[in-house]
């Protein structure tokens, strides 16, 4: 049953980038490519950030934990859409020139905040294996509360660059929104035990 579980995870997290991969060999993403790979690797890597962090909610919800047991794999699948993401515009748009970097990260807010979302979930991926949570002990889990502003960052970097066309970034603020306020509220009653009586 794990091992089905997993397997689906994997192949429902794959199917994305599976399209997006035919899509650009069979010339069907549009007439500037480039972007069209950057936005939807962007947006998938923000999808999946959002499952990542709905599944305690669920597990709490449904008192089931193995949908818990599927949220690091979820997380890399998220992780890995932001490299590919990061990725096509350094090919594409600067030619991976690190002074053109620079110059970006300086002048447009926007890529500052998206390229800090990435760092912050960088270190997340590298400690991700269950030898390094044992390793790291209770940092682990204090170094891996940094999904919370990543997730944010994310959002508030999709929002600038939409300009004038802010429905779907503000959907994305909406719902990660709703998962930190979750997070906040479950913590003030662990904090005031006596909250949860009066609610």
């Not at 594409?92 to 053109?100: E, L, P, R, V």
């Not at 600038?160 to 479950?186: M, N, T």
């Amino acid at each position: 049953m794990q091992r089905a579980l997993k397997v689906g995870t994997f192949v429902l997290c794959s199917l994305p980038f599976l399209w997006i991969a035919y899509s650009a060999a069979t010339g069907r993403l549009g007439p500037d490519p480039a972007e069209a790979l950057m936005l939807s690797t962007g947006v998938w890597s923000l999808r999946l950030l959002a499952v990542t962090l709905l599944i305690s909610p669920l597990r709490a919800w449904t008192g089931q934990s193995v949908v818990l047991r599927q949220r690091r794999m979820v997380g890399l699948f998220a992780f890995f859409y932001g490299c590919v993401h990061f990725v096509s515009f350094l090919q594409f748009y600067i030619g991976w020139d690190a002074t053109a970097l620079g110059e970006e990260l300086a002048e447009r807010p926007y890529i500052t905040l998206g390229f800090s979302a990435w760092l912050l979930l960088l270190p997340l991926a590298m400690t991700s294996t269950r030898g390094m949570q044992r390793r790291l002990r209770g940092n682990w889990q204090r170094l891996h509360r940094l999904v919370y502003p990543a997730a944010v960052l994310a959002c508030l970097h999709l929002l600038w660059q939409a300009r004038s066309d802010i429905g779907e970034a503000l959907v994305y603020l909406a719902v990660f929104a709703a998962l930190l306020g979750w997070r906040a509220r479950r913590r003030f009653l662990k904090v005031r035990p006596g909250a949860a009586a009066r609610t």
